[in-house]
C-alpha cells in the first residue's frame, strides 16, 4: 500500500511527514476496512469542508496518544471515536428533526475534539455494528460498557465501549510502535493546542451548523482553491525547508523578551526545547548520527552560506547550532540584532506561508502589506507605525507582526517600504543601543517616549520577496537577515501532493505526480493549481501530459548567474531521453528560452567569456577553446552589427551563441560561477587613463600638444619621456655647487617639464611601488603629477626606470615652481617687448648658446628692466603678480613703446583662459635666459633688502634670519 | 623642451625628410591656388609637421599664434537640439579640429564648423588680393564616421572657395572614395633609416654631442622608422648616459617590453589557463589606452620572431582574419583572445605533429 511505499524512502527530513502521513494512511486504511466500498467523489462532495485541513494535526497528535495502550484515555477515545461514528452515520442520512441537533452537538464535540475530517455519511447497512445504540445521552440506553463523554460546551453523552475494536487498534498500531519517539512535542502542549483549537473550531462550526446537511449548496463552497484550501495550518505542517523554517521561528522567538516581556519568555523556552527535542528525535531515526551529535558541529549556521549548506543539509550540525543559538539567545535579552527579515526565494515554494504560520505560531497578529495595498511612503509609514508601536484594544489583542509581502515587485512607490524600514532601523540603532540590554522590553514607554521623534522597531517586520538582488531591495540587505528558499525535495512535495490528490478523490500516480512537481521545480501553487486543473475536467494525470499543454511553464527570468550555470553545466540526462532525439531538442528549447527570456545579452556573454577559461573541459590543442573564441566572436559582429544597423529582429540569433558554448564545453560537474567583472574594470579603468591623457593634453601648450594625438602619448612618447625626466647623471645638491655642464642639463630638464606641464607631488606612500625605492624619511613621497607612470606600470612588469632621489625632485619642484611663476610674467615682457615672432626665431637659433654663457644672455636693456620689475614682484607674493600685470604691461609697454601691440595683446587675454600658454614658445626660449639673470637678480635683491621671503606650499625654503617687529611695520 | 620640439622644422624650407613633398608644396602655395589636401602616413612620418610648416608658409608666422578654446556647438538636428562640445586649435587664417573626439556626432561638427567659417570670411581679400580662404585642418579623419564623411563630401564643394580642408589621417583606406578624390592626396611615407639617422647627426651636431659610428643607425633600426620615437630615444640615451659608448642600450618602450613577455608566455604553455593569465596581461595593455589593433600587431611581430618557418604564413593569416573581425566588432579582447586561442592551437598541434 502507500504506506509501504512511502517506507522506502526513509529520508530524515521526511521523516516528520512520513509521520503524520503514515497514521493518516492507515487511518485511510481503517475506514476502508469499514467501509470498504467508499467513493471518494462521494466523500469530498458531501463532506462539510471547512475543517478538512486540519487534520493531520490532529491525527498526528492522536498517533501520539495511541500508542500507549495502557493509558485508558487513549484507549477510550479509539472507541469513542468509532462509536461516535456509527452513531452520526447511522442518524445522518434520515435524521429525525429532534435527534438531529442532538447528533450535530456530539459529532462536533467529539469530532473536534480529535478528528477534522469526518468520515463521509454512510449507508447503515455496511457497518457492522449499526444494529446497536452506540452513543446516548443517558447510560442506561446504551448496554454493555459506556464511558461518559464530555463536550467542551459541556454537553454530555455516554459512548457505548467496544472492547473488540479496540484491541484491533492496539494490535494495528503496535506494529509501528516505534514511531512513539516520533513525538515531537510534549503531551499535554498538544493537548492544549487541541484543546484550543477544538473550540475555535467549535464555534465556526456551530455557527454554520445550519448549512451541514444542506448537500447541494456545499458544492459551491468546494470551489475555492485548493491552494488556499490546503495551505498549511500549522506549523508542523510547512511543507517549506526545515532547517528555513526553524530559523524563521528562532528568529521570531528572539522577539519574545521585547514583545512580550519576560513572563512569555518561559513559553518560547518550551517550545525551543521543544524543537531540540523534536530535532534529537530524528537524530534517533537515524542512528549513525544521533550517537554523535557534537562531534560535527554545524559552523556552517553562523555563516552566511545557506545557500549552499542547505541543500544537503546535516540534521545534526542544525540540530546542534539550535540548541548553540538557543544557549547564546538566552543570554542576551533584546531583539535580534537584524530586526528584519527578509524571506526571499522563487514564487511558489511557501514563503508567504511560512511567514504567517510562524507568526501565528509565536503568537502574533499578522498585518500583511502586498503589492497591491497602497505603499507610497507617507501610508506605509502610518501603517507600520500602526503595527509596530500600537497595541490594538478592541478585537486581538495580541501583538502585530507585520508581513510586507512582494517588497521587490513595486518600484517607485514601493521603494516607500523599503525607505521607511531603514529608517526606523537606523533611528533604532544609534539611540538605543545601550539601553536595551537592560532595559527589558517595555514597548509602551519606548513608543511613548519616542514616538514623538523617532519611530522605532519594536516589532518584527518579515518582507518576502523574490529577487533578493532587486536594486530597490540593496540597502535593506544589508540590515536585515536573509534567508534564502530552497526547493523543497520532490517526495515530500510530491507525499503532500497525493495526500491532497486521495482527499480530493482524484487519482494520480507517484511517478506523475513526481514528474509534474519537477517540472514545476517544486512550485506547489501551480502543482495544485494543475491538479485542480485536471480534477475540474475530471481527467486523471498521467506523466506523458506533464510536457504537453496542459501544464504551463513558468515563463519567469532567472538570475543571470543562474544562466550561467546552465550553460556550464552539462545535465545528466536520463537514459530514455538521453537515447531520443527529443531528450536533445528539449534541452535547446529550454537553454534557448532560459537565455533570451533573460534578455540581458551582453552580460550573459561577458559572464560566458570571464568563466570559460576556468572550466575543465578536455582540450589537448585548443580546439575547443578556439571555437569557443569564434563564437563569442561571431556574437560581438553580430551585436555590433545589429546595433549599427538597429535590426532588432536579429536579437533572437544571438542566445544560440551561448547554446554552441554550452555544446561545446559543458561539464557534468558544477561550475564555479565567477561575476564578470574584467571588462566593466577595463572599461571605467581605461576611461579614467583617458580622461588623464586628455586633460594633460589640453595642458601642455599647444605648440607641442597639437603634433600628438592621444594614441601616440602612451606609444611613443611616455616610456622615453619617463626616462628622460630622471637622468641618473644629477646630483641632488643645491644649484650652487653644480658645473656649468649639470646646470644645462637642470635647466634642459625643468624646461622640458614645464613644458610637458610635468610637475611632482607629495603623494601618500602606498600609491607606486617605484617610489619605495627612494628613500623616504616622513612617509610622504614625490611622485609625478599628471600621473603619467601609471602607464607604464603594468601588472607583474617591473621597468627598468630610474627614480630620482627624493633630494633632487624637490630640487625639481621648486624649479619648476619657479619657472612657471617666471613663464607666466617672462612671457609677457617678452611678448611685449619684442612683438611676437622675432622672438621665436632668434629663441630658437640661439638657445643652445645662451644656454651655455648666461653673460651673455640679457641682450636687450628693455628685458632687463623688465625682469628687475619682475623679480621684485616675485619677491612680494607670488600670488600677486597676476593682479599686477596690467600696470606691468602697461609699464614695460611704456618702456618699450609699443602701445599699439598692447591692444592686440589685449583682445585675447580676455577671450582666451590659456592666454599664458600662448607665448610658452617665446617664453620657453626666453626663459632659460632670464632664469640665469633673474637668479642674479635675486641674490642681488636679497641683499639690497633686509628681509627676504618666500612662501611655498608643502615645503619651505626660506631663509630664516631674526627679524624685529618693526621691520615689519616700517 | 624635448628635442622632438625643439628641432620640429619650423618652414618648409627647413623640413629635412621629405624635402621633395616640401618642395611640391611650397610651389602649389606659391602659385596662390590650394586645393583641398589629404596627408595620410603612419604616425612619426611627419605630416603634422609639414603641415604646421605649410599653414607657416600660406599665412606668414601669424599661424603659429595659436590659442586653445573649448567650444560649444548648438546644433539643430531635426526636432531636438544637440549640444557639443569640442576641443580647437585656432588662428586668425585657421582652425584645427579632431572632429572624431565628439564620437557619433562627429558628423555635426564638421557641418557646423565649415558653415561658420564660410560666414565669417576674412575680409583682407581686398588688401592683399589673395588668400580669400581659411584652412580647416581636420585631425584623424580615418577615425570619422562614414556619416560624417558623407556629409563632408557635399559641404567641401559648396564652400570650398572660402574654406580650404587639409585632413590628415593613418590611413587613407577608411577615407571614402569621394573625400579621397575631392582631395589631393599627398602620402607621408615614413622615413628611412638613413634619413632617420642624418636627421639624428643634425641633431647630435646641434647639441654638440659626440657620435659614435653606427649608434644612430641603431636607435633608427630600433625605431622602426618612425622619426619621433626615434628622436625621443636619442634623447633618453644622452640622458642616461652621455658619452655614448657603441654598446650602450637602447630603453625600449615598456609595452613593446610588456608584449614581448606576452609573446613569451604563450611559447612556453597552450592551455586554457595560461591563456587566462595572457587575458589578465591584455587587459593590463588595454587598460593604459594602447589600441587594440597595435596590441594585436605587435603580439603578432614577437611571436613571429620565436616561430617555425613553416607556421608563420598560417599565423599571420589568422591575425589578419581577427584583426578583421576586430575592427568589425566591438570588443577587441574577444578578437585578441581568440587570436592567441588560434595560435596556441596552431602552435601546440605543431609541436606534437614534429615532437610527438
Known amino acids: ?970 | 623642451m624635448l628635442w622632438v620640439d625643439k628641432y620640429r622644422p619650423k618652414t618648409l624650407d627647413q623640413v629635412m625628410v621629405h624635402t621633395d613633398i616640401a618642395h611640391n608644396l611650397k610651389q602649389l602655395v606659391s602659385e596662390q591656388d590650394c586645393p583641398h589636401l589629404l596627408f595620410y602616413g603612419p604616425s612619426g612620418s611627419g605630416k603634422k609637421t609639414l603641415v604646421m610648416a605649410l599653414l607657416r608658409q600660406m599665412f606668414g608666422p601669424g599661424a603659429e599664434k595659436v590659442k586653445v578654446e573649448n567650444r560649444t556647438w548648438k546644433v539643430d538636428a531635426g526636432s531636438r537640439s544637440i549640444d557639443l562640445e569640442l576641443t580647437t586649435l585656432s588662428s586668425a587664417n585657421h582652425i584645427e579640429i579632431s572632429p572624431s573626439d565628439a564620437g557619433f556626432q562627429d558628423r555635426y561638427v564638421v557641418q557646423e564648423v565649415i558653415k561658420e567659417m564660410a560666414k565669417n570670411r576674412p575680409i583682407e581679400i581686398d588688401n592683399k588680393g589673395k588668400k580669400g580662404f581659411k584652412v580647416l585642418v581636420l585631425n584623424d579623419v580615418d577615425k570619422l564616421s562614414r556619416e560624417a564623411q558623407h556629409s563632408l563630401r557635399r559641404t567641401m564643394e559648396k564652400y570650398s572657395s572660402y574654406c580650404r580642408l587639409i585632413l590628415c589621417c593613418n590611413s587613407s583606406s577608411r577615407v571614402t572614395e569621394a573625400i579621397r578624390s575631392r582631395c589631393l592626396n599627398v602620402r607621408i611615407n615614413a622615413p628611412q633609416e638613413e634619413q632617420i639617422v642624418e636627421v639624428l647627426e643634425f641633431i647630435g651636431k646641434k647639441e654638440g654631442l659626440q657620435l659614435p659610428p653606427g649608434f644612430a643607425a641603431r636607435i633608427a633600426e630600433k625605431s622602426n622608422r618612425n622619426l619621433r620615437r626615434a628622436i625621443l630615444s636619442f634623447e633618453t640615451c644622452r640622458v642616461q648616459q652621455y658619452p655614448f659608448t657603441v654598446k650602450q642600450t637602447i630603453p625600449p618602450m615598456d609595452w613593446e617590453e610588456y608584449i614581448s613577455e606576452i609573446a613569451s608566455d604563450i611559447m612556453k604553455e597552450q592551455s586554457p589557463k595560461r591563456l587566462f593569465q595572457v587575458r589578465g596581461k591584455l587587459y593590463e595593455l588595454l587598460i593604459n589606452c594602447i589600441p587594440p589593433e597595435i596590441i594585436l600587431k605587435r603580439l603578432l611581430y614577437e611571436l613571429l620572431r620565436k616561430l617555425d618557418a613553416e607556421l608563420k604564413h598560417e599565423v599571420c593569416h589568422w591575425a589578419a582574419y581577427y584583426e578583421h573581425r576586430m575592427r568589425l566588432g566591438q570588443k577587441a579582447i574577444f578578437h585578441i583572445e581568440a587570436f592567441v586561442a588560434k595560435f596556441m592551437s596552431i602552435y601546440k598541434s605543431f609541436l606534437i605533429a614534429t615532437f610527438g
Open chain 1, 1 to 970: 500500500m502507500d504506506m509501504d511505499m512511502d517506507m522506502d524512502i526513509p529520508l530524515p527530513e521526511e521523516l516528520e511527514l512520513l509521520e503524520s502521513n503514515s497514521h493518516f494512511f492507515e487511518q485511510e486504511q481503517d475506514h476502508h476496512y469499514y467501509f470498504p466500498e467508499l467513493d471518494p467523489a462521494e466523500l469530498h462532495s458531501q463532506q462539510p469542508p471547512p475543517d478538512l485541513a486540519a487534520s493531520p494535526e490532529a491525527e498526528s497528535s492522536g498517533a501520539h496518544k495511541r500508542p500507549r495502550p495502557d493509558s485508558p484515555e487513549a484507549e477510550k477515545r479509539a472507541k469513542v471515536r468509532v462509536a461516535a461514528e456509527e452513531d452520526c452515520l447511522r442518524h445522518s442520512p434520515s435524521p429525525p428533526p429532534e435527534e438531529e441537533e442532538k447528533s450535530a452537538e456530539v459529532r462536533v464535540s467529539i469530532e473536534e475534539d480529535w478528528l477534522h475530517y469526518s468520515p463521509p455519511p454512510e449507508p447503515p447497512r455496511e457497518t457492522t455494528f449499526a444494529k446497536e445504540k452506540a452513543l446516548s445521552r443517558f447510560a442506561s440506553e446504551i448496554d454493555g460498557e459506556c464511558m461518559p463523554v464530555t463536550a467542551p460546551n459541556g454537553d454530555r453523552v455516554y459512548a457505548k465501549l467496544n472492547r473488540f475494536q479496540g484491541e484491533e487498534c492496539v494490535t494495528k498500531l503496535h506494529c509501528n510502535g516505534y514511531s512513539a519517539a516520533l513525538n515531537s512535542e510534549p503531551i499535554n502542549i498538544i493537548l492544549e493546542r487541541l484543546e484550543q483549537e477544538a473550540f475555535t473550531k467549535a464555534l465556526e462550526a456551530s455557527s454554520e451548523g445550519q448549512s451541514v446537511p444542506d448537500v447541494p449548496e456545499a458544492q459551491l463552497v468546494h470551489e475555492q482553491l485548493w491552494v488556499d484550501k490546503y495551505s498549511p495550518k500549522s506549523f508542523t505542517e510547512l511543507l517549506s525547508d526545515e532547517q528555513t523554517n526553524r530559523e524563521v521561528l528562532l528568529w521570531l522567538k528572539q522577539w519574545d523578551s521585547t514583545v512580550f516581556g519576560s513572563e512569555i519568555r518561559s513559553t518560547s523556552d518550551d517550545v525551543l526545547s521543544a524543537l531540540k527535542r523534536h530535532s534529537s528525535v530524528v537524530h534517533n531515526q537515524k542512528p549513525l548520527n544521533s550517537k554523535f551529535p557534537r562531534t560535527n558541529r554545524g559552523s556552517k549556521w553562523s555563516s552566511g552560506g545557506r545557500y549552499i549548506n542547505s541543500r544537503n543539509m546535516d540534521e545534526s550540525g542544525s540540530s546542534k547550532s539550535i540548541q548553540d543559538v538557543w544557549n547564546t539567545k538566552s543570554r542576551n535579552i533584546g531583539p535580534p540584532e537584524q530586526k528584519i527579515l527578509l524571506l526571499c526565494g522563487p514564487p511558489g515554494l511557501g514563503k508567504t506561508t511560512l511567514a504567517h504560520i510562524a507568526a501565528k505560531h509565536c503568537g502574533y497578529h499578522v498585518v500583511e502589506v502586498n503589492a497591491s495595498d497602497d505603499r507610497s511612503t507617507s501610508t506605509i509609514e502610518a501603517k507600520i507605525l500602526d503595527v509596530v508601536q500600537m497595541n490594538s484594544v478592541l478585537s486581538d489583542s495580541r501583538p502585530k507582526c507585520l508581513v510586507v509581502d512582494e517588497i521587490d515587485g513595486a518600484l517607485g512607490d514601493g521603494k516607500g517600504a523599503v525607505e521607511v524600514l531603514l529608517k526606523m532601523i537606523s533611528a533604532e540603532r544609534k539611540p538605543d543601543f545601550g539601553k536595551q540590554s537592560f532595559g527589558k522590553g517595555q514597548p509602551e514607554r519606548k513608543s511613548s517616549r519616542k514616538g514623538s521623534k523617532t519611530a522605532s522597531l519594536s516589532r518584527p517586520v518579515i518582507c518576502i520577496c523574490n529577487d533578493l538582488y532587486a536594486p530597490a531591495l540593496r540597502p535593506l540587505r544589508q540590515v536585515a537577515k536573509v534567508h534564502i528558499f530552497v526547493q523543497p525535495t520532490v517526495s515530500r512535495v510530491v507525499n503532500r501532493l497525493k495526500y491532497i490528490c486521495n482527499k480530493e478523490g482524484m487519482k494520480a500516480s507517484a511517478i506523475a505526480l513526481g514528474a509534474l512537481a519537477e517540472y514545476t521545480e517544486c512550485d506547489i501553487r501551480s502543482c495544485l493549481n494543475t491538479l485542480q486543473f485536471l480534477s475540474k475536467k475530471k481527467e486523471a494525470l498521467n506523466a506523458f501530459d506533464i510536457g504537453s499543454q496542459i501544464v504551463g511553464q513558468k515563463d519567469k527570468s532567472k538570475n543571470v548567474l543562474d544562466v550561467w550555470k546552465e550553460i556550464f553545466h552539462k545535465r545528466r540526462t536520463k537514459k530514455i531521453e538521453r537515447k531520443s532525439h527529443s531528450g536533445q531538442s528539449f534541452e535547446f528549447d529550454s537553454l534557448y528560452s532560459l537565455v533570451s527570456s533573460r534578455g540581458d545579452s551582453d552580460l550573459i556573454l561577458d559572464g560566458i567569456h570571464e568563466n570559460v577559461l576556468r572550466l575543465n573541459y578536455h582540450d589537448p590543442v585548443m580546439q575547443k577553446t578556439v571555437k569557443c573564441f569564434n563564437n563569442l566572436g561571431v556574437y560581438d559582429l553580430m551585436h555590433q552589427y545589429i546595433m549599427h544597423t538597429q535590426q532588432m529582429p536579429l536579437y533572437v540569433y544571438l542566445p544560440l551563441v551561448g547554446i554552441t558554448i554550452h555544446r561545446i564545453v559543458s561539464q557534468v560537474q558544477k561550475p564555479n560561477i565567477e561575476w564578470p567583472k574584467s571588462h566593466q574594470r577595463y572599461r571605467t579603468v581605461m576611461m579614467e587613463k583617458m580622461d588623464i591623457l586628455k586633460s594633460w593634453h589640453h595642458k601642455i601648450p599647444p605648440h607641442i600638444s597639437r603634433h600628438l594625438s592621444a594614441s601616440s602619448f602612451v606609444e611613443d612618447l611616455i616610456s622615453p619621456l619617463l626616462h628622460i625626466v630622471s637622468p641618473p647623471s644629477i646630483r641632488p645638491v643645491a644649484l650652487q655647487l653644480l658645473s656649468e655642464k649639470e646646470k644645462n642639463d637642470l635647466a634642459q630638464l625643468v624646461s622640458t617639464m614645464v613644458s610637458y606641464a610635468l610637475t611632482y607631488k607629495t603623494m601618500k606612500l602606498d600609491v607606486l611601488p617605484q617610489t619605495v625605492k627612494c628613500e623616504v624619511a616622513d612617509g610622504l613621497s614625490l611622485s609625478l603629477v599628471p600621473p603619467i607612470s601609471d602607464f607604464i606600470n603594468f601588472k607583474d612588469y617591473t621597468s627598468n626606470h630610474y627614480v630620482l632621489s627624493l633630494a633632487m625632485k624637490q630640487v625639481l619642484v621648486h624649479e619648476v615652481e619657479k619657472n612657471k611663476i617666471l613663464q607666466v610674467n617672462v612671457d609677457k615682457t617678452v611678448a611685449l617687448a619684442n612683438g611676437g615672432h622675432e622672438v621665436i626665431e632668434t629663441g630658437s637659433n640661439s638657445i643652445p648658446l645662451a644656454n651655455t654663457d648666461h653673460t651673455t644672455v640679457v641682450d636687450t636693456k628693455t628685458n632687463e628692466n623688465q625682469v628687475k620689475i619682475l623679480a621684485r614682484q616675485l619677491n612680494a607674493n607670488p600670488a600677486k603678480v597676476s593682479s599686477n600685470l596690467n600696470s606691468n604691461k602697461s609699464a614695460s609697454a611704456a618702456d618699450s613703446g609699443e602701445l599699439p601691440n598692447v591692444e592686440n595683446m589685449k583682445k585675447p587675454y580676455r577671450s582666451s583662459s590659456s592666454f599664458f600658454d600662448r607665448f610658452k614658445k617665446s617664453n620657453v626660449k626666453g626663459l632659460q635666459r632670464n632664469d640665469r639673470s633673474l637668479q642674479e637678480e635675486a641674490t642681488f635683491e636679497k641683499d639690497r633688502y633686509p628681509l627676504l621671503f618666500k612662501f611655498n606650499e608643502g615645503f619651505t625654503n626660506a631663509v630664516k634670519r631674526p627679524v624685529r617687529i618693526r621691520e615689519f611695520l616700517s
